[in-house]
């Protein structure tokens, strides 16, 4: 009785009783979001004069709304400036109007983000698999990953992208279309890039697999949803388009290819001598970011499509939605854009910025969902008996199922310096 007990409050899919069980999963959830973001905070206040690596780069022009005479003739402030994103200029100018300094303020944004982060990270999970316990992993690693890198807690740009393009997937995933679409305005007022992939998600909605070959949506849901989104998505990089910058176009890959700064050893490097290095780890170039599996307990994500195929020996796999292919969709688009932007080469920023997010939020879902099978399927097997020769099941579920827990939240403890957000 008390295996049968734990077994539904770990892992028995949500129904309209299980009101408490996702209140106490996203509360702890919010929780370790917030023990992490205190963290992060602490060590931006450690001292006064403390500033973010990346932030020292794209906040130290902000100085001008409290001076506009601040940095005259300064080329490197006025490029910084000019690259800007708009939403992200005009975020940081309505902090500065009630004075708050940028530098002050990027600092406490971080904060904000990770929570918002959490939220979504968690709800987008129950969209998928419907056990609160999954949307818990799946926040947890989430959170381990965001605060083991320096994207959010750098509160440039790219750290605005993390919670605006979860809000983008949640709400595609809800069918709600208003909030969709001012999702994907957001992450164009804040990164652009990510429009593109959001847009080929869309299309991809379109396309499904039947009687062995593709066929196009019958559902007026799906093109409504494509035209309200890819129209968001066409006048929100408009201005992007028709804008001309005073320091001239992007730099050509011919140009590139003719500079040792782009090489190994370079300050911008991007190309490598072995095409592993290029296209799969290169920083700038390469599809993998090297902190794909940070933590490494995400490694049990790509367990999954193994998992998926033993569906007797994994049962809660029958709960898992077709909302699954949602997974599937962001990998494709992301694939789909991270060629082109080679194709295109510099004209669409770096490749790389095409993959890291997409496959950081698809390995932390991934994870989230095999954990949560293999610990559903160590209770079967505990609570099946007489089908299994093994003594003791019971305890030996209980004893791997503490440590697969045990490994995710203490994780961070073993991890020098976390959180790793680079303020010096």
Known sequence: MLMTNIHDFLTAPIDKKSRKRVIFWFSLSMTFATIYAFMTLKK???????????????????????????????LIADYFQSVAPGGYTLLYKSAATIGINPFIFAKIIPFILGLICTYYIFQICLEILPVPMAGFIAALVMNQAIWMKDDVASATPRAFVYP?????????????????????????????????????????????????????????????????????????????????????????????????????????TFFHVHPKDFWLTGKRSGMFPKSLFTPATQCAGLLLPFLLTFKSAFPLIRNITNRIWLLVHLLLSSLAMFF?????????HLPSRYTGLSFRIII?????????????????????????????????????????????????????????????
């Open 364 to 424: 932390a879902l991934a994870t989230a969902i095999a954990l949560t099978l293999i610990i559903d399927a160590l209770f079967n097997w505990a609570e099946n008996r007489q089908k299994s020769p093994v003594k003791f099941q019971g305890i030996i579920s209980l004893v791997l199922t503490g440590l697969i827990m045990a490994s995710l939240v203490l994780y961070p403890a073993f991890v020098k310096g976390f959180p790793l957000v680079k303020y010096k």
């Open 164 to 268: 605006f393009f979860l809000a983008f997937l949640y709400y595609l995933l809800r069918g709600s279309l208003v909030r969709m679409g001012i999702a994907i305005a957001l992450v164009g007022l804040f990164y652009p890039q990510y429009v593109f992939i959001a847009s080929g998600m869309l299309i991809l909605q379109l396309i499904y697999w039947k009687n062995g070959r593709f066929q196009l949506s019958s559902e007026k849901r799906n093109f409504l949803f494509c035209g309200v989104g890819l129209s968001t998505a066409f006048f929100v990089l408009l201005p992007y388009a028709l804008s001309s910058s005073e320091f001239g176009p992007a730099i050509s890959r011919e140009m590139a290819m003719e500079l040792r700064e782009f090489y190994p050893n370079g300050r911008s």
């Open 340 to 348: 082109i932007a080679h194709a295109l080469l510099f004209r669409l």
């Open 44 to 74: 931006a206040f450690a001292s006064g004069l403390s500033v973010q690596d990346d932030a020292r780069q794209h906040i130290f022009w902000m100085q001008r709304f409290f001076n506009p005479d601040l940095f005259p003739d300064d």
